[in-house]
């Protein structure tokens, strides 16, 4: 069964880091580009980052020089590492997986960023 699990999302305090993990099972092809979203309460869901398999990165402007994506060598994980984080930050994070015909989202990890 195809799925993505996350794990890494806690609180921090504003300007700290955090670091989330996606696990992909062998089920979703190294060739879909991965990513990050993240939704807030009463808002919709955004995109924050993703990542080809080649490597190609498309990062939202809010979180251009903070956050910094990469995938495992085995191109089935990919990670997000959060710095200088901010309150506005906080969210839950969904790890997606996309490929030409199907789409694939993790559970969805909680990030809480204190003032």
């Known amino acids: 069964q195809a799925q993505l699990v996350e794990s890494g999302g806690g609180l921090v305090q504003a300007g700290g880091s955090l670091r989330l993990s996606c696990a992909a099972s062998?089920?979703?092809?190294?060739?879909?580009?991965m990513g990050w979203y993240r939704q807030a309460p009463g808002k919709q869901r955004e995109l924050v980052v993703t990542?080809?398999?080649?490597?190609?990165?498309n990062y939202a402007d809010f979180v251009k020089g903070r956050f910094t994506i990469s995938r495992g060598n085995a191109k089935n994980t990919v990670y997000l590492q959060m710095n200088s984080l901010k309150p506005e930050d906080t969210a839950v994070y969904y790890c997606?997986?996309?490929?030409?015909?199907?789409?694939?989202w993790g559970q969805g990890t909680q990030v809480t960023v204190s003032s």
């Open positions: 997606n997986a996309r490929g030409d015909i199907r789409e694939y």
């Open positions: 062998r089920s979703i092809s190294i060739t879909y580009v």
């Open positions: 990542i080809t398999s080649g490597g190609s990165t």
